[in-house]
């Protein structure tokens, strides 16, 4: 079946610009995932969504970083005034299970990869 | 100081070699161990997971937890060609969203 689409694939925005990054999680599935992943490093949490309800944002780096998931499916990931220091990939994880406990498999999109120029 | 410290490698081995990846952490709360897998331009995708202490394999994967150390290990047997990736160690407590990766170790396998 499908899995997580992400698109872009790619983007290169000019540093001030506004970016939108769009995530397709598998259907059906409650939870949704935002990471970034400087070259070379591990992904890094920004925030989480059960549903369309924002349950975790402690991961996002500044003000300028905003995330959406208004019907509970598709997730937008938007970064205002782009910085070169915002230049990572992007990744989208959706997972079937709600709660906290367990392991809480997470299945990733292949990413946005953000250059800020 | 991170919380999940892992060698980013390169490891290069010859193919069928005995691979070992490990991580350390600081984080005593963790409680379930991932490792993920990631080829080059791809997403993450999860390979095994353990809960607390103890061992499990899967096929020519096996995956240790010492939370004594704070140490976990994956060992890859009769390594191939194909095995070449990113892997991932990530934690996560018993009761949380989030995971907590590693920063990677680069594996080649040469044929």
């Known amino acids: 079946g499908a899995g997580v689409s992400q698109s872009p694939r790619y983007k290169v925005a000019k540093r001030g610009q506004d970016v939108a990054l769009r995530c397709d999680p598998i259907?059906?599935?409650?939870?949704l995932f935002w990471y970034q992943q400087a070259l070379g490093q591990g992904p890094e949490f920004l925030t989480y969504?059960?549903?369309?309800?924002?349950?975790?944002k402690s991961g996002l780096p500044s003000d300028r970083f905003f995330a959406e998931r208004p019907e509970g499916s598709v997730s937008t990931l938007k970064i205002q005034r782009t910085q070169q220091e915002d230049s990572a990939v992007y990744l989208c994880?959706?997972?079937?299970?709600?709660?906290?406990?367990?392991?809480?498999?997470?299945?990733f999109g292949p990413g946005t990869r953000l250059t800020v120029t | 100081q991170k919380e999940v410290e892992q060698d980013p490698g390169p490891l290069s081995v010859p193919e069928g070699a005995i691979v070992s990846l490990n991580c350390t952490y600081s984080?005593?709360?963790?409680?379930?161990f991932m490792w993920y897998r990631q080829y080059s331009r791809k997403g993450p995708e999860l390979l095994m997971y353990?809960?607390?202490?103890g061992n499990k394999e899967d096929g020519r994967f096996t995956a240790q937890v010492d939370k004594s150390s704070k140490y976990i290990s994956l060992f890859i047997r009769d390594s191939q060609p194909s095995d070449s990736a990113t892997y991932l160690c990530?934690?996560?407590?018993?009761?949380?969203?989030?995971?907590?990766f590693g920063a990677g170790t680069i594996l080649r396998v040469k044929s």
């Open positions: 994880a959706s997972s079937p299970y709600i709660g906290s406990g367990g392991p809480y498999e997470q299945y």
């Open positions: 259907s059906g599935h409650v939870s």
């Open positions: 969504f059960q549903n369309e309800a924002q349950l975790d």
């Open positions: 984080n005593s709360a963790f409680q379930y």
């Open positions: 353990t809960y607390s202490s």
């Open positions: 990530a934690m996560k407590r018993e009761y949380g969203n989030k995971l907590v």
